[in-house]
């Protein structure tokens, strides 16, 4: 076991040393200027400035240095903790991005409790009732809420539950009630995933030998679904509350900007289209290591909920 926790850790350096390498090399490759960027921020062309002066402002922001330096200068800043100085803000990147950071969490942390109970209850109703329409209609559920755009979605929200009804405000971060209809927006597709992926763990349970062996011992079916087959089926569902939890960053690139939320997901939207690469680099990480470390423990969670796991690992 110890041995698949050090390759599990060796795997998660990996990813976040090419995520990170993956991201500055497009940054680097996208078309613009960042220098001309930064300069148009401050209400100054680079014509209006001396040669020394914008050496000086290269020297500063680490632009005079070749790529592969930067890139060197960059990755030893984050490996102490220092995301640099933004190209564009003029800021303290850490002091930027952290203070974006809780709104997002708090935005991620409610979708997931959504995408949970959504994905959950249409699973469980679409596997459990015997009426077969109903039945039919809530298999196909899902693929529906997997097709619709997030960002339809969220401006569907808002035009009928914030302009139309009134319940509920358009935008802004302030308030628990300015996080709902984000929530909803970011959790009906992972809630479809989640449901997709239960349905099929459910079915494929339903038809196991202990299963009908239980049924025929009398045991109700009410008992036997939620005993057996439910408890059994819903393993797989960890690997993508994994993956939902390290994808909320992503979700909110669209979602905060439809809302106008104010956190990581409309930082890194801004960041890109202006080339703020010390920005884009720090969000890239924190969002990567929050991808894989959660997936880490739902790995770590395998061994401790399913024995034969472990005994695989023994063998092996």
Request: hydrophobic content about 50%.
């Amino acid at each position: 076991m110890t041995g698949y926790i050090v390759r599990r850790i060796m795997q998660a350096i990996l990813v976040l040393w090419l995520a990170y390498t993956a991201s500055y090399i497009i940054l680097y490759v996208l078309p613009g200027d960042t220098l001309v960027y930064l300069l148009a921020t401050n209400d100054l062309q680079i014509d209006a400035l001396s040669p020394q002066e914008l050496q000086r402002v290269k020297e500063y922001y680490g632009l005079d240095k070749g790529p592969i330096e930067q890139y060197l200068s960059h990755l030893a800043g984050i490996l102490q903790g220092d995301f640099g100085i933004s190209a564009t803000k003029s800021q303290s990147v850490n002091e930027i991005v952290f203070s974006r950071l809780p709104s997002t969490a708090l935005l991620g942390a409610v979708s997931v409790v959504f995408a949970l109970v959504l994905g959950l209850s249409v699973a469980i109703a679409a596997t459990y009732v015997q009426w077969k329409p109903l039945k039919i209609f809530l298999s196909r559920l899902p693929v529906l809420g997997v097709s619709l755009p997030s960002f339809w979605v969220g401006l569907l929200l808002i035009q009928v539950v914030a302009f139309g009804l009134g319940w509920l405000p358009s935008s802004g971060s302030d308030g628990w009630k300015t996080l709902i209809l984000p929530s909803i927006t970011m959790a009906l597709p992972s809630a479809a995933v989640l449901a997709q992926v239960l349905i099929r763990s459910l079915n494929d349970t339903l038809k196991e030998p202990y299963i009908q062996t239980a049924k025929a011992k009398g045991i109700s079916h009410f008992a036997v679904y939620t005993r057996h087959a439910l408890k059994n089926a819903a393993l797989p569902t960890l690997t993508i509350l994994g993956l939902l939890i390290g994808a909320t960053v992503t979700g909110a690139v669209t979602t905060e900007t439809v809302f106008s939320r104010v956190g990581i997901g409309r930082l890194a939207q801004e960041a890109v289209l202006a080339q703020d690469v010390p920005v884009v680099l720090a969000i890239v990480v924190i969002a990567a290591t929050a991808f894989v470390v959660t997936n880490l423990i739902v790995d770590l969670l395998y061994l401790v909920i399913d024995p034969r796991i472990r005994h695989v690992e023994k063998v092996t």
